[in-house]
């Protein structure tokens, strides 16, 4: 049970760039959730994986210190739920909800999200250097708030320019 958490559903273990992958996987759950069922369970969903994900994350890595396995994206899931709730939240508390998120938002938390999660600059980095299962968590989570945060500011810039 512990391996169908840490790679979601088995979506670790599609090769090449199982990272990406389950980026991908989480951003079509991510969407259709907010969609269908809201910000607010977007929200609870995030927390939820989150906690999980630090659960499964040290019980598969109890005995392997300092190792972060490519097929674990269960991290991947959680920095790219937080990632999406930036925008969400931003169409949730904002005037004129949209059924589903618009494409850009979507799309830049996806491409803003594997970006910080590969260049891993500041926190990001620093979390990573950590070489726990903890490490393994929090990189992708300041991934997700630096990546929600850049969309949020990108949104804000575009309808600035191109409202003004």
Same mark, same amino acid.
Do not use: N
């Given at each position: 049970?512990?391996?169908?958490? *840490?790679?979601?559903?088995?979506?670790?273990? #599609?090769?090449?760039?199982?990272?990406?992958?389950?980026?991908?996987?989480? #951003? =079509? @759950?991510?969407?259709?959730?907010?969609?269908?069922?809201?910000?607010? =369970? @977007?929200?609870?969903?995030?927390?939820?994986? *989150?906690?999980?994900?630090?659960?499964?994350?040290?019980?598969?890595?109890?005995?392997?210190?300092?190792?972060?396995?490519?097929?674990?994206?269960?991290?991947?899931?959680?920095?790219?739920?937080?990632?999406? +709730?930036?925008?969400?939240?931003?169409?949730?508390?904002? %005037?004129?909800?949209?059924?589903?998120? %618009?494409?850009?938002?979507?799309?830049?938390?996806?491409?803003?999200?594997? #970006?910080?999660?590969?260049?891993? %600059?500041?926190?990001?980095?620093?979390?990573?250097?950590?070489?726990?299962?903890?490490?393994?968590? +929090?990189?992708? @989570?300041? =991934?997700?708030?630096? =990546?929600?945060?850049?969309?949020?500011?990108?949104?804000? @810039?575009?309808?600035?320019?191109?409202?003004?």
């Amino acid at each position: 049970m512990i391996r169908a958490i *840490t790679t979601f559903g088995y979506v670790g273990l #599609l090769r090449p760039a199982p990272g990406t992958w389950g980026s991908v996987a989480a #951003l =079509a @759950l991510g969407v259709v959730m907010d969609g269908w069922l809201g910000f607010p =369970a @977007l929200l609870v969903a995030t927390i939820a994986v *989150t906690a999980l994900g630090f659960w499964a994350c040290a019980q598969a890595l109890r005995d392997r210190p300092g190792e972060d396995p490519s097929e674990i994206v269960i991290d991947e899931v959680a920095g790219q739920w937080l990632a999406l +709730l930036f925008p969400a939240a931003a169409f949730f508390f904002g %005037p004129g909800k949209d059924a589903f998120l %618009p494409w850009p938002a979507w799309v830049g938390a996806f491409v803003m999200f594997r #970006l910080f999660d590969i260049w891993k %600059p500041w926190l990001v980095g620093r979390a990573d250097r950590r070489h726990d299962a903890a490490g393994v968590m +929090l990189d992708d @989570l300041w =991934a997700g708030v630096f =990546a929600g945060v850049t969309v949020i500011l990108g949104g804000i @810039l575009w309808h600035a320019v191109l409202f003004s």
